[in-house]
């Protein structure tokens, strides 16, 4: 007869925790059929050192920028928004028509919408005193 436990927190091994994470993205990306998710990534190099880079995925014709970062010392530069359009063509050359992109930084979603970006819904309060942004840039109607 077997034996059935639960563990919480710290006892589910890391392994296990892939395990839920893909089961939920495969469960998901069965429902919706048709998906061609793809990690999409761009650096920035100076002497050999990554000063600036973006990662994300590309799927449903769609770009989801998880995550975009200069390093502190060359911001205010500009190099954040060069490395967005340097993301976005690829996106692009892939065949997206839209990108969304979600921050808690209010002065990030500010650049954004400076970029082209609509801030398609705000959760106040996410975080004590961060508002949650998503933003959304749309190349293309979607059919």
Do not use: N
Request: aromatic share 8%; with cysteine; glycine share 10%.
């Amino acid at each position: 007869m077997s034996q059935r436990v639960w563990r919480r927190d710290a006892e589910l091994p890391p392994a296990d925790l892939d395990a839920i994470r893909e089961g939920v993205i495969l469960h998901g990306r069965q429902q919706t059929q048709g998906s061609d998710a793809r990690d999409i990534a761009c650096g920035l190099y100076e002497d050999g050192l990554l000063i600036a880079g973006a990662w994300g995925r590309t799927e449903f014709q769609r770009l989801y920028l998880s995550y975009i970062w200069v390093q502190p010392e060359h911001r205010g530069q500009g190099l954040g928004g060069q490395l967005l359009r340097q993301i976005e063509a690829q996106a692009l050359k892939r065949g997206c028509v839209d990108a969304l992109i979600e921050t808690l930084l209010d002065e990030a979603a500010d650049c954004f919408e400076h970029l082209g970006y609509a801030c398609v819904a705000h959760l106040h309060d996410y975080v004590p005193g961060f508002t949650r942004h998503t933003l959304l840039k749309v190349w293309q109607a979607r059919d």
